[in-house]
């Protein structure tokens, strides 16, 4: 496995593959998923967090399901550009995850993700409970669309 940029991602990328995004959280993981032409994210169920290695292998039989070709996980950077404790623990996961899978990681900006899905989940006058438990995967929808439109700039841009 290996960590790739996006301009990365995007040279070896097939068409009609897949890829995911990932909000993880200290309780749960947030997943989206695109549809194969990488022009949409949608929010998939968020995965209860229990213990790193039953965390893997869920993410890891996921992936397999539904054919992912990448993970693009939001790096939680800290609105001045600093990474605290947060982006420190998710690049130890990703480094840990290395040893379990090929899959390339893609670490995104996710400043600001959970701000707009909450915004998205208020205006469509989603209950203060099912916010609680969709935010996650909605952030890994926004994560993820962000991932998918700069894919689509670098191949209108090498097209």
Do not use: C, Y
Request: charged fraction near 25%; hydrophobic fraction near 50%.
């Amino acid at each position: 496995m290996a960590t790739l940029t996006i301009e990365e991602l995007a040279e070896t990328l097939q068409p009609a593959q897949a890829i995911a995004g990932l909000d993880l959280g200290t309780k749960t993981i947030g997943l989206a998923m695109s549809d194969l032409s990488r022009r949409f994210a949608t929010p998939r169920p968020v995965l209860k967090r229990v213990k790193f290695t039953q965390d893997a292998a869920v993410l890891l039989a996921f992936a397999e399901k539904e054919k992912v070709a990448a993970f693009i996980i939001g790096l939680p950077i800290n609105m001045d550009g600093s990474a605290g404790p947060r982006a420190q623990a998710t690049r130890a996961f990703v480094r840990t995850m290395g040893e379990k899978t090929a899959l390339p990681f893609i670490f995104w900006d996710e400043r600001l993700s959970t701000v707009a899905a909450e915004r998205v989940l208020l205006e469509m006058d989603v209950s203060r409970a099912k916010r609680a438990e969709r935010i996650d995967s909605a952030a890994a929808s926004f994560i993820l669309q962000g991932a998918l439109d700069r894919l689509s700039a670098l191949a209108r841009s090498a097209g």
